[in-house]
């Protein structure tokens, strides 16, 4: 088994959804000793913003690139063999004003390439990474599960869902600017949610 733990908060240390990622990874491991584990940290690795540059790299044909659009194109192509290659991905995912963190949205711009990791056919878009299990550990400083100021889970669930990962579990931390209560409250529910999908 190969194990992808993406960690998408802006903070190296300290990071509550980081933290439920790792313990997601620790359970997943108690079960696969032999499994090997690849993470990517996007604040201690950020990966580029997808902009002018990086467009006219991608939509320049591979054999008329310059060296530095090829480059480019490389960053890319690394963090989609990550996917391709992992048969479980555990992403750590932060709210930050009302939706995901710039350091997902990066991601999620890198790994979404046509023909690649999805296609179009004359029904609608298919993903091509299917077959994969997916936990998403959700951290909140308010709380909005369930409610119409949750855009981050619906943004997390339609962009996997168009790059074929289907089968995806959700654990959530909410409350967590709201407390030493609601923060001690949050982290059992979340660790009782994380017992519960993984027995």
Do not use: C
Not at 67 to 77: E, G, H, M, S, T
Not at 85 to 112: C, E, H, M, R
């Amino acid at each position: 088994m190969n194990i992808l733990q993406i960690n998408s908060s802006a903070r190296s240390s300290g990071s509550e959804s980081t933290r439920l990622a790792d313990a997601l990874v620790a359970k997943i491991r108690a079960a696969n000793p032999q499994a090997s584990v690849q993470r990517r940290d996007l604040a201690s690795q950020p990966h580029p913003v997808l902009d002018e540059a990086a467009l006219g790299a991608l939509f320049t044909p591979a054999d008329q690139r310059s060296a530095a659009q090829a480059a480019r194109v490389a960053l890319d192509d690394a963090l989609i063999a990550q996917v391709q290659a992992a048969d479980v991905i555990v992403i750590g995912a932060p709210t930050y004003n009302f939706g995901i963190t710039t350091q997902l949205k990066s991601w999620f711009d890198a790994i979404a390439r046509a023909g690649v990791t999805f296609k179009y056919t004359a029904t609608g878009p298919v993903g091509l990474l299917s077959g994969k299990k997916v936990y998403v550990a959700l951290s909140r400083g308010g709380l909005h599960r369930d409610a119409p100021t949750d855009t981050q889970l619906a943004h997390i669930k339609m962009f996997l869902n168009f790059v074929g990962l289907s089968d995806v579990q959700y654990v959530f931390a909410e409350g967590m600017g709201m407390g030493p209560e609601a923060v001690a409250k949050a982290q059992a529910q979340a660790e009782a949610e994380i017992n519960a999908i993984l027995v």
